[in-house]
């Protein structure tokens, strides 16, 4: 079973979708994250959690 670490990303009501996308796009291109779960609440802020996975090194024994 694969492990993930996750992050929240909190966007305020005023960034536009495009600076969203963009703010979303740096983070999977730089940071390798992954969209999750987005999250649009009342007041018209976004809640993103972002994840990636975590690959463990195997040490070899020789």
Do not use: C, N
Not at 19 to 45: F, I, M, V
Not at 46 to 60: D, S
């Amino acid at each position: 079973m694969p492990e993930y670490e996750f992050v929240d990303v909190y966007l305020p009501r005023g960034v536009t979708r495009k600076d969203a996308a963009r703010q979303l796009t740096d983070h999977a291109e730089y940071g390798h994250w992954e969209l999750y779960r987005l999250t649009l609440l009342r007041d018209g802020s976004r809640k993103v959690r972002l994840r990636r996975r975590i690959i463990r090194q195997v040490r070899a024994t020789w």
